[in-house]
């Protein structure tokens, strides 16, 4: 696959706007006065940080939320119904994803899609694609060369952002990129 463009920073927002247009859009986001990154959904109050930077959250937190509705019934005179719950509402792209919260991700997949597979969090790794942010592997708190995480081409993203000075090399790595 690996096609190639070149983002300027001057048009990151445009973008990531024109991506919120037609699917959730996650990205990580240092909101005003808050001086720590965190996974915010477009649109939101901030600025986008497409950095080396940890969010508070870990990236699983989009997979494994803290509740979810598993099943709803609804009562109408004497009859009881199922109603289907849905996992996503529509198709999820992650901008910024570090080398470190990809890696987590394939063994919570070993454990969450092996058979019987939790069906919600397939759903959800499913209809998530992950573009990655090729990092220093120097951050705060980075443990990727002590692990064997290559932070500048991670494993298991489908696109991958590449800083430069004026913007970012932007490369599909799959067909999902």
């Known amino acids: 696959m690996?096609?190639?463009?070149?983002?300027?920073?001057?048009?990151?927002?445009?973008?990531?706007?024109?991506?919120?247009?037609?699917?959730?859009?996650?990205?990580?986001?240092?909101?005003?006065?808050?001086?720590?990154?965190?996974?915010?959904?477009?649109?939101?109050?901030g600025s986008v940080a497409l950095d080396n930077r940890k969010p508070l959250l870990p990236?699983?937190?989009?997979?494994?939320?803290?509740?979810?509705?598993?099943?709803?019934?609804?009562h109408r005179k004497q009859e009881i119904t199922e109603v289907p719950t849905v996992a996503m509402d529509r198709e999820r792209?992650?901008?910024?994803?570090?080398?470190?919260?990809?890696?987590?991700?394939?063994?919570?997949?070993?454990?969450?899609?092996?058979e019987p597979a939790d069906e919600s969090y397939r759903e959800r790794r499913d209809g998530t694609t992950i573009v990655a942010m090729a990092c220093s592997g120097d951050g705060a708190g980075c443990f990727c060369a002590s692990t064997g995480i290559d932070p500048l081409r991670p494993a298991g993203s489908d696109a991958l952002l590449t800083p430069t000075p004026a913007g970012f090399v932007v490369e599909a790595l799959d067909s999902e990129g």
């Open 2 to 45: 690996n096609q190639r463009g070149y983002l300027e920073h001057s048009k990151v927002d445009a973008a990531l706007a024109t991506l919120a247009d037609v699917f959730q859009v996650v990205v990580p986001l240092l909101a005003p006065g808050e001086d720590a990154v965190r996974l915010a959904t477009l649109p939101a109050t």
């Open 59 to 74: 990236l699983k937190t989009l997979f494994l939320p803290v509740s979810e509705e598993l099943f709803r019934y609804v």
């Open 93 to 114: 792209v992650v901008v910024g994803a570090l080398a470190c919260d990809i890696s987590a991700l394939a063994l919570l997949d070993r454990v969450f899609l092996a």
